[in-house]
């Protein structure tokens, strides 16, 4: 099982450009969530979806859409990047005998 | 809104102390509160849950307590060793989907 994965792991972007941040999970979780970390303000969340088909903001959505492809993918977009969205983004799902949170491995967004 | 303090921002020790990590939270009002771990690059790891009505976790040499009233606590590692070395995060949930996080304790164990 590889549990919650991401993709890409680091990407580097201009200011006005578009991306996609792809999340996919195995682990048959209902909940996925988006979260950006930076220095001296912890996580924040972004984005979550319940369950396939729906989403809802967090705390800092301005910025970003998301897409909720199916129950496995969980998609994080920036329609036209600023460099304060230079962080690492998390992407995560809640279940499992425990109901704990299960993190990928992050991705290294650079925005120019 | 609920904010999350840990204290201290790093802290550096001995291989074979016993060391105490803080959590603050400003609203009683808990679901529950977690401790997780973060190697440098990585994603997190969750290490111990306390649900509101419990007062404390055990698992190996990390045991986590929780005062709810007074919105505070603490992670107990004992006999550390240089794999314990990693940014030691709370959070607390507040509400369904609602995960406030602390920014963090950055823990060195010198061999």
């Known amino acids: 099982n590889a549990g919650v994965t991401q993709t890409p792991k680091f990407q580097v972007l201009k200011t006005g450009q578009s991306m996609t941040l792809q999340c996919a999970q195995d682990?048959?979780?209902?909940?996925m969530y988006w979260y950006r970390q930076d220095p001296g303000m912890g996580l924040r969340l972004i984005y979550y979806?319940?369950?396939?088909?729906?989403?809802d903001k967090g705390e800092v959505p301005n910025g970003y859409n998301v897409s909720r492809l199916n129950k496995r993918e969980f998609s994080l977009r920036l329609e036209s990047a600023a460099p304060s969205q230079t962080s690492v983004y998390f992407c995560a799902t809640f279940g499992g005998v425990q109901e704990t949170q299960y993190f990928g491995p992050g991705t290294r967004l650079l925005v120019l | 809104k609920q904010e999350v303090t840990q204290i201290p921002a790093a802290l550096s020790v001995p291989e074979g102390e016993n060391l105490v990590l803080n959590c603050s939270f400003t609203d009683s009002a808990i679901y529950n509160l977690q401790w997780f771990r973060q190697d440098p690059g990585k994603g997190l790891t969750s290490l111990l849950l306390i649900q509101s009505s419990q007062r404390e976790q055990t698992s190996g040499r990390l045991n986590a307590s929780l005062d709810k009233s007074s919105g505070r606590s603490t992670l107990y590692i004992a006999a550390s060793q240089p794999g314990d070395s990693a940014t030691y995060l709370c959070?607390?949930?507040?509400?369904?989907?609602?995960?406030?996080f602390g920014t963090g304790t950055r823990l060195t164990v010198i061999p």
């Open positions: 959070a607390v949930e507040a509400g369904a989907n609602n995960l406030f």
């Open positions: 979806s319940a369950s396939e088909g729906t989403t």
């Open positions: 682990m048959n979780h209902n909940s």
